[in-house]
């Protein structure tokens, strides 16, 4: 099997999807903390163009970018099928998890910043109205994916499932945040069962992040950003 | 093997590694030119939620994104296979693609538009620089990977030089538009020698759309921005 290492933050929701499909798929790993504001040599050495988590390290060979590394967990592990077999159903999985990748740290849009999220708790007014509307309006595109089943992948959880997995602790996060609410149960039952059925997995849940944890660290962030424009004025 | 249809258009660096691919597999299929100024139904039916070109239509399944594109043609015609069979390989030519596809139109940084290139066209002056500098940059990483090989695929052409092909022209005329030198044959011999390994194979260069023909619609481009940014001044 070789010798497998996660580099990861707890506070980036790019690095719990490793961890999930490494479990799913029974694969032992060492999990490496990162400092993100202290970047180790060992992040700088296993990732030298983006310097960024999660990168997998699979004896002494590295790959960065959770996306690939998903690919690459799938193909080289092939217990629990995470891609469906059908080259169409492929692409059509590869898709949505790029527009949910894009969606969420789109640098080119501050207010669609995490599906919108970030750009709300960020905004005010108008700008974090835009902001909400934006996010509900990709919660939609992604809640017709389920279309009748329990999970993305079907009766199972699959690449998408794990690509999208963060909303289930994260946005809760940012609406707490941010004092809004996004994912609605009455605006999104399809997207907010699935999310249920999602957590009620072992695997999935015992891997997220402490809510509090999170809460404190993004209520930490808003205010040093908010002092930082406060000081710009 | 099904009816194939391609909605591209001839500026687009995106649709021309999508025929390569299917010339290179020996796929016949139906090219449907758009007119990116006045988006078709069509296009609007099969990419609603982008609204860009290519897609890949196959037997009515519509595929967006040219990446997952290339995937889906490498994985339903087996015949010349782009992507490397060993995980780890694939891995790094999936890493190197986006690479080269997020540097390329990246709109959080007008300066890196066209791996800097089109921001280098548009820019005057430091900008200028700053834009040729990470241009030059970028295009030292890219050159790394062909590591002793006549193509980034090896003996034959594969995912990542048809990822990568649009170099060989577009970036020959944004240096004619921007009157400024990037694939400069001193400082990148392996890459500049790959360029005309590239084009010397027929299915490349008689997809390749004329010089004259993309050096007058860039050239009509930077007019009409700089007649926009005139009457905002």
Known sequence: MGKVKVIGATTSLFCTRIEWALK???????????????????????????????????????????????????????????LPQDPYERAMVRFWA??????????????????????????????????????KESLALI?????????????????????????CRWLEVMEKVGGMKLLDPQRFPVLYEWAQNFMEVPVISECMPPREYLVNYFQASLSYLSSLSANKQ
């Open 24 to 82: 799913l798929k029974g694969v032992e790993y060492e999990y490496i903390k990162e400092d993100l504001r202290n970047k180790s040599p060992l992040l700088l050495k296993y990732n030298p163009v983006h310097k960024k988590v999660p990168v997998l390290v699979h004896d002494d060979k590295a790959i960065p970018e959770s996306l690939v590394i998903l690919e690459y967990i799938d193909e080289t592990w092939k217990e629990y099928p995470l």
């Open 98 to 135: 790029r527009f949910a990748d894009d969606k969420r740290w789109s640098s080119s849009s501050f207010t669609q910043c995490v599906f919108g999220a970030w750009g709300a708790c960020r905004a005010e007014g108008e700008e974090k109205e835009k902001a909400i509307q934006s996010a």
């Open 143 to 167: 809640e017709n994916q389920i279309n009748g089943k329990k999970f993305f992948g079907g009766e199972q959880i699959g690449f998408l499932d794990l690509v999208i997995g963060w909303m």
